[in-house]
Nanobody, 123 residues
Framework: QVQLVESGGGLVQAGGSLRLSCAGS????????MGWFRQAPGKERELVSY????????YYADSVKGRFTISRDNAKNTVYLQMNSLKPEDTAVYLC????????????????WGQGTQVTVSS
């Protein structure tokens, strides 16, 4: 079993930055590809970014490309999401998830989920 705990969310003005962290315990996250998803009220959960187990391959949704950066520190068993130039439409609960199966675009393919951290961007 893997336990994931997100942190770093909060309230920020448009144009500001936040760095989210996803700390793993129970097993090493180096065995997993990791994804960041977000879910806004009344909307479906959407993939924001993922990173493969080595950190050598990443993906970003078009809506965040050029503003967000995903990274991982396997020695610290932690994955990060640096979010810059935040916009009000980035407001959502952000969740990290671990994947061993592939199919990284699909939330159903992820094995373990954190509880989420709220990000609110004011205009």
């Amino acid at each position: 079993q893997v336990q994931l705990v997100e942190s770093g969310g909060g309230l920020v003005q448009a144009g500001g930055s936040l760095r989210l962290s996803c700390a793993g315990s129970g097993r090493t996250l180096s065995n997993y590809a990791m994804g960041w998803f977000r879910q806004a009220p009344g909307k479906e959960r959407e993939l924001v970014s993922y990173i493969n187990w080595t950190g050598g391959s990443t993906y970003y949704a078009d809506s965040v490309k050029g503003r967000f950066t995903i990274s991982r520190d396997n020695a610290k068993n932690t994955v990060y999401l640096q979010m810059n130039s935040l916009k009000p439409e980035d407001t959502a609960v952000y969740l990290c998830a671990a994947n061993t199966k592939g199919g990284l675009f699909y939330s159903a393919a992820y094995d373990y989920w954190g509880q989420g951290t709220q990000v609110t961007v004011s205009s």
